[in-house]
């Protein structure tokens, strides 16, 4: 009995690699992904927006964006891949944190062009993955 039910287990994963890298090859190989935080701030050149970013214990330090600025890095996601990378925004006493990418969200709706974008707005955080269909996903409170 104990060696049947191996058996199956081997299988099982068999069957779920053979179905990932049809489905998904990239989970397999790895995708390389760009991310952008845009400031799309109205007026706001007096006060900038400031980004901070980390991803797995690595600060990637801060930056002061004004109007139209962008902050952006690639990464690469493997298989069995967790990573996830915290922004922090601050504009005057306004402050929020988001994940700019996190693996199990983003390889699904930034896969087509394999790029993620996000606009940062006075009413919220807006998300895209061709800078044309911008899609609210939060507010800043």
Same mark, same amino acid.
Request: aromatic share 18%; proline share 2%; net charge positive.
């Given at each position: 009995m104990r060696r049947i039910t191996q058996m199956f287990l081997i299988i099982g994963l068999a069957l779920a690699i053979i179905l990932i890298s049809i489905y998904q090859p990239e989970r397999l190989s790895g995708s390389e992904y760009d991310v952008h935080v845009i400031n799309g701030f109205t007026n706001n050149s007096s006060l900038p927006l400031v980004i901070w970013c980390s991803s797995n214990g690595e600060d990637f330090g801060g930056r002061a964006l004004q109007e139209g600025d962008d902050f952006s890095w690639s990464l690469k996601t493997s298989l069995w891949d967790t990573t &996830?990378? /915290? !922004?922090?925004? %601050?504009? =005057?006493?306004? %402050?929020? %944190?988001? =994940?700019?990418? %996190? @693996?199990? &969200? =983003? @390889?699904?709706? !930034? &896969? /087509?062009f394999k790029k993620c974008f996000w606009m940062v707005r006075e009413d919220g955080f807006y998300f895209s993955n061709d800078q044309v269909n911008w899609k609210k996903d939060f507010t800043w409170f």
């Amino acid at each position: 009995m104990r060696r049947i039910t191996q058996m199956f287990l081997i299988i099982g994963l068999a069957l779920a690699i053979i179905l990932i890298s049809i489905y998904q090859p990239e989970r397999l190989s790895g995708s390389e992904y760009d991310v952008h935080v845009i400031n799309g701030f109205t007026n706001n050149s007096s006060l900038p927006l400031v980004i901070w970013c980390s991803s797995n214990g690595e600060d990637f330090g801060g930056r002061a964006l004004q109007e139209g600025d962008d902050f952006s890095w690639s990464l690469k996601t493997s298989l069995w891949d967790t990573t &996830r990378f /915290l !922004c922090t925004i %601050k504009w =005057d006493q306004d %402050k929020r %944190k988001f =994940d700019a990418f %996190k @693996v199990p &969200r =983003d @390889v699904y709706r !930034c &896969r /087509l062009f394999k790029k993620c974008f996000w606009m940062v707005r006075e009413d919220g955080f807006y998300f895209s993955n061709d800078q044309v269909n911008w899609k609210k996903d939060f507010t800043w409170f």
